[in-house]
C-alpha cells in the first residue's frame, strides 16, 4: 500500500504537467494572436499597394508627372467630379437601372440613362481609411469605371415570389389581398463589387423596434464573424489576410428595399467621395 507521502507527490507531479501544458497552450495561443494581428494589420496597406499598382500614375520614360500635383485640394476636388461623371456617363449609356452614391451630399439615387427615378437621404455613413486618406489619384481612377455587384447577402429576398394554384373557372377567382410581409422583415444587405469594394446598406432602426435592432446586430456579428474565419485561414497559410474597401450608409427601411429590389442583381453603381 503506498504511504501518504508517494500520493502527495504523484498528485503533485500531476498538477506541475498540467500546469505546463495550460502555459505552453496558453504561450502558443499568444503567439498565434500576436502574429494574426501584425498579419491583418498589413492588409489595408497590402490593398491599398494594389489599387496604386492597378490604377496609380504611369511614369512616362520621356514624360513625369509632378506628384505634388495631387495633394492640390482644387485638382483632387476636380478629380473627383471627373471620375464620377465618367462612371454615370458610362452607365447612362445602358438601359439599367443604376445607383449614385454622393457621400459630400449623403444622397443616393436610382438613375436610369442618366435621369434620377428615386433618391434617399443617408442619416448615417462609415468609409474605409484607405478611400477617404490614400493615394487620391489612384482610388479617382479606380472609381472612374462603374463597379459591377458581383454578389450579394441580404435579409430579404432580392424577387419575392407568391405561388398559388390557377382556379377552375372564374366562380373560384378570388383577387389576392396578401400584404408584402418585407414590410415587416428588417431589410439590411452587403453588396460586393468587382473590384473589391464592399457596401453595406443597413436600415434605420427606431428605438422601439428590438427585432429590427437584433437582426441587424446578428447580420453584422455574421459578417464579422465570417471575415475573421477567412484572415484566419489566410494567417494559418502565412498569407495576408484579404481586405476589401467599405462604404457602409443607413437609409430609411422603405428606400433600402427599393433600392435593393429595384437594382438588378449585376447591377452597377458609381461612388463619389
Known sequence: METPE?????EKKKLSSGNLILIFAG??????????SIMASMAPARKLKEIETSYGVKHDSEEKTDERLFTDSAYVSLLREKSFL????????????????????????????????HSVKI??????????????????????????????????????????????????????????TTDYEPVNYILDMDNGLRIYVYQEVADSANS????????????????????????TSFKVPEYHPFIKIRVPKADAKIMYRAIPRKGQIAVYI
Open 6 to 10: 508517494i500520493l502527495d507527490n504523484t
Open 27 to 36: 504561450a502558443l495561443l499568444l503567439i498565434f494572436l500576436i502574429f494574426y
Open 86 to 117: 465618367q462612371s454615370k456617363i458610362a452607365m447612362a449609356g445602358t438601359d439599367s437601372i443604376y445607383m449614385t452614391l454622393n457621400i459630400p451630399d449623403s444622397t443616393a439615387h436610382l438613375e436610369i440613362s442618366g435621369v434620377s427615378v
Open 123 to 180: 442619416s448615417e455613413m462609415r468609409i474605409s481609411k484607405i478611400l477617404r486618406t490614400g493615394n487620391n489619384y489612384a482610388i479617382q481612377t479606380m472609381l472612374a469605371s462603374p463597379m459591377t455587384i458581383a454578389s450579394y447577402i441580404a435579409t430579404i429576398k432580392k424577387e419575392p415570389l407568391m405561388i398559388k394554384m390557377a382556379p377552375k373557372d372564374t366562380s373560384e377567382f378570388k383577387p389576392d389581398v396578401i400584404p408584402d
Open 212 to 235: 429590427d435592432r437584433n437582426n441587424l446586430f446578428f447580420f453584422d456579428l455574421n459578417d464579422r464573424l465570417k471575415n475573421t474565419w477567412q484572415s484566419m485561414k489566410s494567417v
